[in-house]
């Protein structure tokens, strides 16, 4: 019985995976839990039409580095590294997230246009 227990997480976690998505995009019955990472509510978008599982907005960069940063390209290692510290600072919302998301497929929805150089996928790499 345990070689089956052990078979059926081992499959459950081979499914779970960590999407990056833009908000504004439809949702989809493979998204799993969708979880809002911005610190700003996106414009325009009504909360029945994101359904949203949750916010965790505490877990966005701070105002200060979002404005430094303003998603230039040649500025993306260093804004990584200053996010990654902040995230530090808030590590039990961290691994609160981390225990939420842990064995699930999850949507981390932002509303940046630029997804490679967005702070969703720094929060994705640090969840994996």
Known sequence: M???QKAAKKKRAAKAAIHVKRAYDDPSSDDGLRILIDRLWPRGLSKSKLKLDAW???LAPSNELRKWY???PEKFSEFRK???AELK???AG???LRATVKGQTVTLLTATKELDLS???VL???LR
């Open 82 to 84: 200053r996010y990654v």
């Open 119 to 121: 702070h969703a996928t």
């Open 89 to 91: 600072v808030q590590g």
């Open 70 to 72: 303003q998603h230039d």
């Open 94 to 96: 961290l691994n609160e």
């Open 56 to 58: 965790v907005k505490h």
């Open 2 to 4: 345990a070689a089956r």
């Open 124 to 126: 994705r790499d640090l």
